[in-house]
């Protein structure tokens, strides 16, 4: 059974950083393109980052290309955010998930990822 675990939320001031982890367990993780997508209160859930199964490639949203870096510790079957320059629109539960697993290309839309965490919060305040 797959497992995602996240971790790492909290409450930050504007123009601070948090770095979140995910734990996967339940997989073979090398397999499987990660991505990381948060969803804010009253509005979809949307796409923050992704890497590919190597790490060697990674994808943002505009809206956090910069300040944001996708990792991942394929020993430790782990993927990290790390959030820096935080602004309160960043504001909004975060959500590491799966895709299908051997795939090529990492994805951006949240319907070819199978398998999600639970999720953690991130609050940004101003």
């Known amino acids: 059974q797959v497992q995602l675990v996240e971790s790492g939320g909290g409450l930050v001031q504007a123009g601070g950083s948090l770095r979140l982890s995910c734990a996967a367990s339940?997989?073979?993780?090398?397999?499987?393109?990660m991505g990381w997508f948060r969803q804010a209160p009253g509005k979809e859930r949307e796409f923050v980052a992704a890497i590919r199964r190597s790490g060697r490639i990674t994808r943002y949203a505009d809206s956090v290309k910069g300040r944001f870096t996708i990792s991942r510790d394929n020993a430790k079957n782990t993927v990290y955010l790390q959030m820096n320059s935080l602004k309160p629109e960043d504001t909004a539960v975060y959500y590491c998930?799966?895709?299908?697993?051997?795939?090529?290309?990492?994805?951006?839309?949240?319907?070819?990822?199978?398998?999600w965490g639970q999720g953690t919060q991130v609050t940004v305040s101003s």
């Open positions: 339940g997989l073979t993780f090398s397999a499987y393109n």
């Open positions: 998930a799966a895709d299908s697993g051997y795939r090529d290309s990492t994805s951006s839309y949240y319907s070819d990822y199978p398998y």
